[in-house]
């Protein structure tokens, strides 16, 4: 829908009422919902807050550096034992760049110097209030200073992974990249920085 289309506040649904069905590592609420014709229904939220993500990249070796861990719902949902993704976090109460900064240090051992924002994104806006505030971060070798893996109280278990960035596109393409953050970093940087894919001289 086009901006001048929207409908006027008045002519939006609203909440009247939220209810907490769970609170732990996530929240599910209950949302109730208003129609402007005075009908209404329910929707089942899960309430997980703002992430982020950094796609890190070395402009010198065309490599970058990626996380691969166990997600349990992938296990569940798919069989996958682990996936390779982007390093990423939730924001907490940090702001979104020093959380990049932060997850790059604690999951591949990276000190990341500037940050080039891609967005804001809802990952799943069905089901989750979700947002992901996604970065690319050129790095260079002399970055890599810390030994990286995740933090054992959350039992990350994170191993360090550099690919090729035209292993990268190549895995896009095929769709075999199957971590949507990732994949949208991954696309963000050959949109961007289209000579980091190109022929070698």
Known sequence: ML???????????????VDTLHSG???LLKLTIAQPDTSGFVREVEDHG???AVLPYDPASRQ???ARQFRAPALHAA????LLEAPAGMLDEDDAEACARREAMEEIGL????LERVGTFFSSPGVSTERHHLFLAPFSQA???????????????????????????????AGELV????????????LRHPDLFSAEA
Request: aromatic letters at 2%; charged letters at 30%; zero cysteines.
């Open 3 to 17: 901006e001048n289309e929207r409908p006027t506040s008045e002519a939006r649904p609203r909440i009247t009422q």
């Open 25 to 27: 590592f996530l929240r």
């Open 50 to 52: 703002d992430a982020v």
């Open 64 to 66: 970058a550096l990626l």
């Open 79 to 82: 069989g996958l034992a682990d």
């Open 111 to 114: 000190r990341l110097g500037p």
């Open 143 to 173: 970055d890599r200073v810390g030994e990286g893996g995740g933090l054992a109280e959350e039992s990350e278990e994170i191993t360090i992974v550099p690919v090729d960035l035209a292993e990268l596109a190549a895995s896009a393409d």
């Open 179 to 190: 971590d949507l953050k990732t994949f949208t970093l991954v696309q963000a940087l050959r």
